[in-house]
């Protein structure tokens, strides 16, 4: 953002500072300078007045001139097309001494003498504006012949380049940054007041109609003007090639000087008699006549410029919401236009100041007049409210900053602060702060403005404090589930939390709701915040198994966010291929990973569980063989085989996955429990049960009548033949144990017994 100390100063007095301050003050509210350039236009070069130019006796581009230059008429030999009797001209005189180091003498050129210079732009110091000489006019305020030019506060004027971060879009104009030189030097904005120019009785709605679709989120505002003759101010020319902006047509000039001064977003058509405003092909808010004029705050048709220094024009000036623009051009890319940089970090939403700036141009450039009132459409706005307490302000800066200082610095940034009370702020966020969302920018706004190094300094305080906080336990508990998995075999892979949420929802996970989506992504193919870490497991294993890895086991534990972009963290574990490597005890051949073999490596990290049949909300598992995993009688996650169909696209061998919540984990103190001196027993109990029969089934009968003496039970077989029909036999293997003495038979077959009454009474099934 390049701005000028003159230009500044239309819109904040900057008396008495000068402009190193200026620049410092910059730098610690934030807006670095990257440069500064001061014009020094040498001395004995002056204003002065073309009275007489008449073309040179013996050369056909040179003019003889008589020029008033205050103190004398001189004859100076001219050679710029532009010069004409009646112009204001800037001179240098006998003895001027120009920045290339040219001395200015009295010469002859074909034989005619000239005392002096008639000077372009560039020939004293300045910007190029073009061929030519200087034209002077009353848009650099008042001057005398024979003034000299560095008295003038436009040609002795500071050129300041300011970087600014991509959230600061407010600040993308000159009135923006004058804002922030307000609040920092407590000096009020110049506001102008917004002047409806009505010359001619004939209303806008006369001549002129506007149809639009609704819910387009856009501002738009238009103004008619009947233009003549036209011309583009020496100042307008002057600042344009200072902020190095150039247009090909002189109403292009214009309104690309008042969109960089007002931060409103101009553009102008020649006057059609009506105009609608509806959603294109792309689903972008467009401006149309008898074809497309424009995409609101991208770009307009060349078609539909204006060219012509006279007749009726439309002067329009638009806003758009920049999250809506940034999200619109993410979804469908089209090419843009050199304002869409503006509207996608934030214009000005106050359109009728920058219409009215721009029609005073033109009202005191041209014989001009202006059609009565105005026509548009406003779309409608919820004002942003923020609070923000004295001691959450206090607290976060660490020091107390004066209530009413803070109040003065927020109404100067333009936050309505009429809503606060005696015990904070409530703050109105002005609409053209798109960063404003939370207290602590709020807060940030407050210590850029005192400045960071006017918030006293306190020492440290040094007390010892407890250390085991949640935070410790957290990274202790990912250490210790991390290393296990690191000692099971497992490698660890750590991804982005984006993702690509095409790939998401391919495989029917949720994603990211559209409000909370992200508005530009780094890539394409990390478009979103993953929801799952197995899509990210999948693609490593993939660049595996690519590489010639035969078995391939990876973990990670890491953030997921779900559709309203709240935070969890997962822990998921992937084995591809070979359980083992080739050697002379598998003869080369080693088994492929399975079911149980994976379940048995899940439960070496996270201890024991139990498998329940599950059926998961996602594509990627097979649909025979995935499981929910249940620890402490909770869910805390699944388990499952690739679908063969997913396998052979990410070119893998036989593959399974698991992905738990990691909050649900085991990490507590563990106890000792007493164990029984006396010796176990086993028996084993062969049921013949229907195939259709599920084995969570029996183990709840199992589980709801056993006493006190069953310390576990599990099966050990299943067999079938044609000789049991729709049955089969299980077989399940019960371990018994007393705290108080050794169990004798009786003991054991009273609970074996009472075991198999339940499951024939319950379940009608029985020994085999």
Same mark, same amino acid.
């Given at each position: 953002m390049i701005v000028t100390r003159s230009w500044l100063s239309e819109w904040i007095n900057l008396d008495g500072i000068s402009t190193e301050d200026i620049c410092k003050t910059f730098n610690s509210i934030g807006l670095e300078v990257d440069s500064v350039k001061t014009y020094n236009v040498p001395p004995k070069i002056v204003f002065g007045r073309v009275l007489e130019c008449e073309k040179h006796p013996d050369?056909?581009?040179?003019?003889?001139?008589?020029?008033?230059?205050?103190?004398?008429?001189?004859?100076?030999?001219?050679g710029a097309s532009n010069v004409r009797e009646g112009i204001d001209v800037v001179v240098a005189t006998i003895g001027a001494v120009m920045p290339s180091g040219m001395a200015i003498k009295p010469v002859k050129l074909r034989g005619v003498e000239s005392e002096g210079m008639i000077c372009s732009s560039s020939e004293i110091g300045l910007e190029d504006i073009g061929k030519g000489i200087m034209e002077i006019d009353d848009s650099i305020g008042k001057y005398e012949l024979g003034q000299e030019v560095s008295t003038n506060h436009i040609f002795c004027d500071d050129v300041i380049e300011i970087e600014l971060t991509a959230n600061r879009g407010d600040c993308l104009s000159i009135r923006g940054v004058a804002r922030d030189l307000s609040a920092a030097y407590d000096r009020p904005i110049k506001e102008s007041a917004i002047n409806d120019k009505e010359d001619k009785k004939?209303?806008?709605?006369?001549?002129?109609?506007?149809?639009?679709?609704?819910?387009?989120?856009?501002?738009?505002?238009?103004?008619?003007?009947?233009?003549?003759?036209?011309?583009?101010?020496?100042?307008?020319?002057?600042?344009?090639?200072?902020?190095?902006?150039?247009?090909?047509?002189?109403?292009?000039?214009?309104?690309l000087y008042a969109t960089?001064?007002?931060?409103?977003?101009?553009?102008?058509?020649?006057?059609?008699?009506?105009?609608?405003?509806?959603k294109d092909e792309n689903g972008y808010a467009s401006v149309y006549a008898d074809e497309k004029l424009s995409i609101v705050g991208i770009i307009q048709e060349d078609s539909s410029k204006v060219t012509s220094l006279e007749g009726d024009i439309l002067i329009e000036a638009s806003y758009i919401p920049p999250e809506i623009i940034s999200k619109q051009m993410q979804e469908c890319k089209i090419p843009a236009g050199?304002?869409?940089?503006?509207?996608?970090?934030?214009?000005?939403?106050?359109?009728?100041?920058?219409?009215?700036?721009?029609?005073?141009?033109?009202?005191?450039?041209?014989?001009?007049?202006?059609?009565?009132?105005?026509?548009?459409?406003?779309?409608?706005?919820?004002?942003k409210v923020v609070s923000v307490s004295h001691q959450d302000i206090d607290e976060i800066i660490g020091a107390k900053i004066d209530t009413q200082r803070i109040n003065k610095l927020l109404k100067n940034l333009g936050f309505n602060t009429s809503k606060s009370s005696s015990n904070g702020f409530v703050l109105v966020v002005p609409r053209f702060?798109?960063?404003?969302?939370?207290?602590?920018?709020?807060?940030?706004?407050?210590?850029?403005?005192?400045?960071?190094?006017?918030?006293?300094?306190?020492?440290?305080?040094?007390?010892? #404090?407890?250390?085991?906080? $949640?935070?410790? &336990?957290?990274?202790? @508990?990912? %250490?210790?589930?991390?290393?296990?998995?690191?000692?099971?075999?497992?490698?660890?892979?750590?991804h982005f939390v984006f993702d690509e949420k095409k790939v998401l929802k391919k495989y029917g996970f949720k994603t990211i709701s559209d409000e909370q989506e992200i508005l530009n992504p780094i890539v394409n193919t990390l478009d979103t915040l993953r929801t799952t870490l197995?899509?990210?497991?999948?693609?490593?294993?993939?660049?595996?198994?690519?590489?010639?890895?035969?078995?391939?086991?990876?973990?990670?534990?890491?953030?997921?966010?779900?559709?309203?972009?709240?935070?969890?963290?997962?822990?998921?574990?992937?084995?591809?291929?070979?359980?083992?490597?080739?050697?002379?005890?598998?003869?080369? #051949?080693?088994?492929?990973? $399975?079911?149980? &073999?994976?379940?048995? @490596?899940? %439960?070496?990290?996270?201890?024991?569980?139990?498998?329940?049949?599950?059926?998961?909300?996602?594509?990627?598992?097979?649909?025979?063989?995935?499981?929910?995993?249940?620890?402490n009688g909770e869910a805390i996650g699944e388990l499952f085989k690739l679908h063969p169909t997913v396998q052979k696209e990410y070119d893998l061998d036989d593959t399974f996955l698991c992905e738990l919540d990691f909050e649900k984990l085991q990490f507590a103190l563990k106890k000792a429990k007493p164990t029984s001196k006396y010796q176990a027993s086993f028996r084993d109990l062969s049921i013949i049960m229907p195939k259709s029969m599920k084995y969570e089934t029996i183990k709840e009968v199992i589980e709801k009548n056993a006493?006190?003496?069953?310390?576990?039970?599990?099966?050990?077989?299943?067999?079938?033949?044609?000789?049991?029909?729709?049955?089969?036999?299980?077989?399940?293997?019960?371990?018994?144990?007393?705290d108080e003495k050794t169990l004798e038979e009786e003991d054991i077959t009273s609970t074996m017994d009472a075991i198999l009454e339940a499951l024939n009474s319950e379940l009608g099934i029985g020994l085999r």
């Open positions: 050369a056909d581009k040179l003019s003889v001139c008589k020029v008033d230059i205050g103190t004398s008429i001189r004859q100076i030999v001219c004939v209303g806008i709605g006369r001549i002129f109609s506007f149809k639009h679709d609704k819910d387009l989120n856009v501002n738009l505002e238009y103004k008619a003007v009947e233009l003549g003759s036209l011309s583009i101010p020496f100042i307008v020319k002057l600042r344009l090639a200072q902020i190095e902006e150039t247009r090909s047509t002189d109403i292009e000039s214009i309104l960089h001064s007002t931060g409103v977003i101009l553009r102008a058509y020649t006057l059609k008699d009506k105009i609608e405003l509806r050199p304002m869409y940089y503006k509207t996608s970090r934030g214009s000005e939403p106050e359109l009728g100041r920058g219409i009215s700036y721009v029609l005073d141009i033109i009202e005191k450039n041209s014989s001009s007049s202006f059609y009565g009132g105005t026509m548009g459409v406003n779309n409608s706005y919820s004002e702060r798109h960063d404003i969302s939370n207290k602590q920018d709020i807060v940030e706004e407050i210590v850029r403005l005192v400045g960071i190094d006017n918030i006293p300094s306190k020492p440290f305080i040094l007390t010892e #404090k407890n250390q085991l906080e $949640d935070d410790y &336990f957290n990274y202790k @508990k990912k %250490s210790i589930y991390r290393h296990k998995s690191a000692q099971s075999g497992f490698y660890e892979s750590i197995l899509t990210g497991l999948l693609k490593s294993a993939s660049s595996n198994a690519k590489n010639g890895y035969a078995s391939i086991k990876l973990f990670e534990v890491g953030s997921v966010f779900d559709e309203n972009r709240d935070e969890s963290v997962k822990m998921a574990m992937l084995f591809s291929g070979d359980t083992t490597k080739e050697s002379l005890s598998n003869l080369g #051949k080693p088994s492929k990973v $399975d079911f149980a &073999f994976f379940a048995q @490596k899940v %439960s070496d990290v996270i201890g024991s569980f139990e498998l329940k049949e599950f059926e998961t909300q996602h594509t990627l598992s097979h649909t025979y063989q995935s499981a929910s995993i249940i620890q006493t006190k003496e069953l310390i576990r039970f599990y099966p050990v077989d299943r067999y079938s033949d044609d000789s049991l029909g729709e049955n089969v036999s299980l077989s399940i293997r019960f371990m018994l144990r007393s």
